[in-house]
């Protein structure tokens, strides 16, 4: 390759979620992670969708959200339309999720979740 030429490679792993979720007609949410002293605060973007059609699983330490459209979107690109029918999304915490104290609110089509960190007290001997 001469110095002023440059290669592109396209991969498939990043190409594929992409197509999967067009064919399964799935929109992925803008979100935002904040963190906080002793909390996380993660926030969804869900317009035109109802509190009832929202739901929210996770795990250790990963909070994931779906929630169907009150109507279908349209969005047309390069001559096809898709119809979507739901948001959803995963977000990876940085540390474990304390799932008991979770709590959530839903105002205008945002979802805010806030997450308390995972606190192991520990004592150490001072010599």
Partial sequence: MRNN???FKMTLPIIT???????QRILSPLSCLREYDNYWLVE???P?????????????????????LKEKYSEEKLGK???F???KKS???????????ITSKFEKGRL???IPKKIDGTSIKIN
């Fill in 112 to 114: 805010e979740i806030k």
């Fill in 44 to 46: 969804f973007d869900l």
């Fill in 91 to 101: 977000v990876s915490l940085p540390g474990e999720i304390v799932g008991k104290k």
């Fill in 48 to 68: 035109m969708v109802g509190k009832k059609n929202i739901n929210v699983t996770f795990n250790q330490n990963t909070i994931a959200v779906e929630a169907k």
């Fill in 81 to 83: 339309i898709t119809k």
């Fill in 85 to 87: 029918e739901y948001f």
């Fill in 5 to 7: 030429e440059f290669e």
């Fill in 17 to 23: 979620p992409l197509l999967d979720d067009i064919e």
